[in-house]
């Protein structure tokens, strides 16, 4: 978990609100990445972020927004379209993208979101 | 498409027995294979991964992985398992000619690890 920090811990949020998944690196990585991980089904990718003001739709984007403003920094948010956020969160950075060998993704301590 | 499976959900072993967590893969091409494990609450701890060369890829804690291009597996292994391995293990999966470079992760297996 060295080196990316997620915050908070643990999020309660009420249907209907938006809440904003803090995630920080300081790993110098290009790369950053959300996953969404539910029991029994691994890990799936929401959005990830090649590089600063950009960044690209994942496998299960629908009701959820990101920004890529600073390279350290990549916050996700659940907004209330998202059907069923209920799910342990996942950041992860890599130090490259694109390159012909890939770069090991390292994962934050996730945030664990229920909504009540 | 690229997919990886993990057939077992649960693998049990003794200490200090050898611990295996099965994994096989589809992809179009050479595949890039990782091996993840999570501890309750926390986030993924990468432990090796293949790329090219050497079938037998050695990691972390022990851990080494045999990759097998005929059988489309990337089995992970320990001579000797520890009670503190107990945790959950993840295969994934990359096909470097894929276009948007994601990784695809199997459900998981949940390793126990009794004294």
């Known amino acids: 978990d060295g080196g990316i920090t997620q915050s908070p811990k643990y999020l309660f949020r009420k249907e209907g609100q938006n809440v904003t998944l803090s995630c920080e690196q300081n790993l110098n990585h290009d790369a950053m990445y959300w996953y969404r991980q539910d029991p029994g089904q691994g890990l799936r990718l929401i959005y990830y972020s090649q590089i600063v003001n950009d960044f690209q739709k994942g496998d299960i984007a629908e009701g959820y927004s990101v920004s890529r403003e600073k390279k350290e920094s990549f916050p996700l948010t659940v907004t209330s379209a998202q059907k069923n956020p209920t799910a342990f969160y996942l950041c992860a950075s890599s130090i490259d993208w694109g390159r012909q060998a890939p770069d090991t993704q390292y994962f934050g301590p996730g945030t664990r979101l229920t909504v009540l | 498409a690229q997919s990886v499976a993990q057939p077992e959900d649960q693998v049990n072993v003794a200490e200090g027995n050898p611990l295996t967590v099965k994994c096989t893969y589809s992809v179009s091409g050479n595949p890039y294979l990782f091996w993840y494990v999570q501890y309750p609450n926390r986030g993924l701890q990468f432990l090796l991964k293949?790329?090219?060369?050497?079938?037998l890829v050695k990691g972390s804690y022990g851990f080494e992985a045999e990759f097998n291009k005929s059988q489309t597996s990337f089995h992970l292994k320990k001579p000797s398992a520890l009670v503190s391995d107990s945790a959950l293990y993840f295969c994934?999966?990359?096909?470097?000619?894929?276009?948007?470079?994601?990784?695809?992760f199997g459900a998981g297996t949940t390793v126990t690890v009794r004294a």
């Open positions: 293949y790329i090219t060369g050497d079938n």
């Open positions: 994934a999966v990359r096909d470097p000619r894929a276009n948007d470079y994601k990784l695809s």
